[in-house]
């Protein structure tokens, strides 16, 4: 997408709403998945609530980001789910073991650290001792990060990975 195809765009939208001809665009800022798009008043007046737009360069779909929080939440929010307002969910994604590992400690860890249940913990870690990748989500008070090093000591592999909540 270049500088000028993200405007056109971005003037569009603005153009579809109610407000939008009072609006211009006047800074694009272009990344290799998205543009964000920043518009403010024709006469110059202050206004409130003039969140830059997100143009999403595969579908040139446009997405309205907010002023509450710095852009990089809302970009990080799109890249993982789609959306700049929906916060990704961290979790322990267990990729793989190490000889030696302590499956009993890691069905363990699983049910003390997750919402999983004793037959489920078993299955998960059973799942990665042949070979499968599992994630799993971690109780509220836990870390998916903490749980990766828990399990790093009880010698499975695991890395916390970000994913859309479900």
């Given amino acids: 997408m270049t500088t000028e195809e993200a405007t056109q765009i971005a003037e569009d939208w603005l153009a579809r709403q109610p407000w ?20 403010t008043s024709r006469t110059g007046e202050l206004i409130a609530g003039n969140a830059p737009l997100l143009i999403d360069a595969k579908t040139l779909s446009v997405h309205a980001t907010g002023t509450g929080r710095p852009m990089a939440f809302y970009v990080e929010n799109f890249r993982v789910t789609g959306d700049p307002h ?14 030696g590992a302590k499956k009993v400690c890691a069905v363990s860890l699983l049910k ?7 037959a489920e913990a078993k299955a998960s870690i059973d799942a990665v001792l042949e070979g499968q990748e599992v994630e799993v989500l971690p109780r509220e008070e836990v870390r998916a990060r903490d749980i990766c090093a828990k399990l790093d000591e009880v010698g499975f592999l695991a890395k916390m990975t970000l994913r859309p909540p479900r």
């Fill in 20 to 39: 939008g001809a009072k609006f211009q665009v006047v800074k694009i800022r272009l990344e290799p998945d998205l543009a964000l798009t920043f518009w």
């Fill in 86 to 99: 929906i916060e990704p969910v961290a979790v322990a994604k267990i990729v793989g073991w190490r000889e």
């Fill in 112 to 118: 003390e650290n997750t919402h999983l249940g004793l």
